[in-house]
């Protein structure tokens, strides 16, 4: 059934990108490096031997790309602020020269009418912070607030929306406890310290963010809803824990002042006691949750499957992309309305969504149709709406991604952008997707309706 479609005057229509992913000149201007720039440097850790030394190159070509974002009608984009540009040692000394790299992009922005966003961690950390335990030393919630701050005091007013991190739960799960992502390290005593000391930092940066921003900030979290794949109580227990680790861990802290009660059964020894004040800190109020949704999972038990012993089952009807997501919009419905429910109705904006397809290196000279990229953009647009309409208080929408750009541990291997980009000559072609964003935006998505 196709109903009548409209978002608000308002209504935020963006993009988002990271700063590693895309910007490349990882050391220019005094940066320091991070521990992507390591990760990269050392074989075997990413495919392709890839890394972000030009990526996009758009730390060089961001007026271009405005541009491009001009064109396509958003009156909003999501990027990162690299830490080690702001503080090339992690914790002290200011790179001015890392902060006017952004307030060029920010001015920009602004004249373009594009409203930005800016998240402080997406997932860069300084390489000399991890040489002091990175988020396993509890020290870093105060050096992430002093980052924050030095990035406030330059840019807020102009930047109205702060996100803190992005999605601790892939920093933790990939960084330290299966080591696909920097800094790859392995070990069930690590990841719960990890996140906690994560969401420490958040909590900081929030409270230092009410000392000197005036405007909105937030936490990013990736949720991933949880089906059961039958109506076994090892199926739902196995689901239960599931939906613990990934999608819990992170927002009832910061929003219900705890952890769940799972985290204990997950971790056993590894799940440490923690002091009542932390929390005090972590749940700090939010002026909004940014939501990154790609894909659901319908979970099973699994003895094989260490260490929550639950793992998914893949749908033989459905269809997958490239990184082996299934397509399946109803979720991100669910998913909004979950943190309606249980979360007492935040603001919220979906700060991630979008797919990797299949796309050729070169794009033809006339455009490059993407049509399973159209269609996921266009049921999550319709799944988006439907969640408004049942109550959610959704503000924006931001399509991962505005480029083509470095998927991590993946390398240029997997195309997640509306727009193509050509490695080799750095050459932007619209996508289809890219086309009909832009349309479904000047029609404010009446044209979803249809
Ligand atoms: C997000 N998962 O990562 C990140 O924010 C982006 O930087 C990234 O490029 C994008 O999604 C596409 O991968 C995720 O396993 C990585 O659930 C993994 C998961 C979710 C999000």
């Known amino acids: 059934m196709t109903s009548a479609i409209e978002f608000p005057a308002g209504f935020l229509w963006g993009c988002a990108t990271s700063a590693y992913q895309i910007e490349g000149s990882p050391l220019a201007d005094g940066a320091g490096p991070s521990i992507w720039h390591r990760f990269t440097r050392t074989p075997g850790l990413v495919r392709d031997g890839d890394s972000g030394d030009l990526a996009c190159d758009h730390y060089r070509r961001y007026a271009g790309d405005v541009k491009l974002m001009q064109q396509l009608g958003l009156n909003a984009y999501r990027f990162s602020i ?105 070990n069930r005593f690590e990841a719960p310290i990890a996140s906690h000391h994560l969401m420490r930092a958040h909590g900081a940066a929030v409270k230092a963010y009410r000392a000197i921003g005036k405007h909105q900030v937030g936490l990013v979290v990736n949720i991933e809803p949880k089906y059961p794949a039958s109506d076994s109580t090892a199926d739902k227990a196995a689901t239960q824990r599931a939906d613990a680790y990934m999608n819990r861990q992170y927002l009832d802290p910061a929003l219900r002042g705890h952890y769940p009660p799972e985290m204990k059964e997950i971790f056993g020894e590894a799940w440490p006691d923690w002091p009542a004040q932390d929390f005090e800190l972590i749940q700090q109020p939010l002026d909004f949750i940014g939501l990154n949704y790609y894909t659901r999972s319908v979970t099973r038990h699994d003895d094989k499957a260490w260490p929550l012993y639950a793992s998914a089952v893949r749908q033989p009807q459905a269809t997958y992309s490239e990184t082996g997501w299934e397509v399946f919009p109803q979720g991100l419905t669910d998913t909004l309305n979950w943190i309606r429910e249980r979360y007492g109705n935040p603001p919220l904006y979906i700060t991630e969504n979008g797919s990797a397809f299949y796309d050729p290196p070169v794009a033809p000279a006339d455009g490059l149709p993407d049509p399973l990229r159209v269609d996921y953009l266009q049921k999550h647009l319709r799944a988006t709406h439907q969640a408004r309409a049942d109550g959610c208080d959704i503000r924006g929408y931001f399509a991962w991604s505005l480029l083509d750009n470095f998927e991590w541990s993946l390398g240029f291997s997997k195309r997640f952008g509306i727009i193509h980009v050509d490695f080799a000559t750095q050459k932007r072609t619209l996508k289809s997707s890219a086309k009909c964003y832009a349309e479904v935006i000047a029609s404010q998505g009446r044209l979803l309706g249809s």
């Open 82 to 186: 690299a830490w080690g540009r702001v503080m090339p040692e992690g914790r002290g000394r200011v790179n001015a020269a890392g902060l006017d790299f952004y307030e060029r992009l920010v001015d920009s922005l602004l004249e373009a009418g594009i409203q930005p966003m800016a998240t402080l961690y997406h997932w860069d950390l300084p390489a000399a912070l991890d040489d002091r335990g990175g988020w396993l030393n509890p020290d870093i919630a105060d050096w992430f607030a002093d980052y924050a701050s030095a990035v406030y005091q330059r840019l807020d007013g102009r930047v109205k929306l702060w996100a803190t991190l992005n999605e601790p739960w892939v920093v933790t799960d990939g960084g330290y406890l299966h080591g696909a992502l920097a800094p790859g390290h392995k």
